[in-house]
């Protein structure tokens, strides 16, 4: 595997991962959003998959952002009987974001594109080395 691969691998997975972190802002954005009338859905969460493609070129395997899917866990129900969204029992349904697992995965895809970055960094300074050598 040379440079270019290195750096190849490296920027798809820090593009996919870029996906995941813009999926989980609006996850967050959205926690606390309702309908605006019964019987109507609030915001869904959305979960991203990941799958391998081969680069034809390098040989290697390159993560790509594979779906943004809805998830299906149920809302949460909260008893707000006032509010517009109310259902005839006086049931508000709210997203189904947590924040704490979004904040998980926020970490888990903030250190995954930093390891990426750490990559680029060593074949950075692997070729920069090599050529101070090929210099002497």
């Known amino acids: ?5 290195t750096l190849k691998i490296s920027a798809a997975a820090m593009t996919a991962q870029t996906t995941r972190l813009r999926v989980i802002a609006e996850n967050l954005a959205n926690a606390g959003s309702t309908a605006n009338s019964p019987g109507v ?10 799958r391998n493609v081969l680069d034809q070129a390098t040989g290697g395997k390159l993560v790509k952002v594979d779906k943004v899917l809805p998830d299906a866990s149920p809302f949460e129900l909260k008893y707000t009987p006032g509010h517009p969204a109310a259902d005839a029992n006086g049931y508000v349904r ?43």
Do not use: H, W
Request: hydrophobic share 45%.
């Open 94 to 136: 709210f997203p189904n974001v947590n924040s704490m697992i979004e904040m998980a995965d926020l970490k888990d895809a903030n250190r995954s594109y930093q390891a990426n970055i750490d990559v680029i960094d060593v074949a950075k300074s692997m070729l920069s080395k090599a050529i101070g050598l090929l210099q002497n």
């Open 1 to 5: 595997m040379d440079f270019d691969d």
């Open 41 to 50: 859905d609030p915001y869904r969460r959305k979960i991203v998959t990941f």
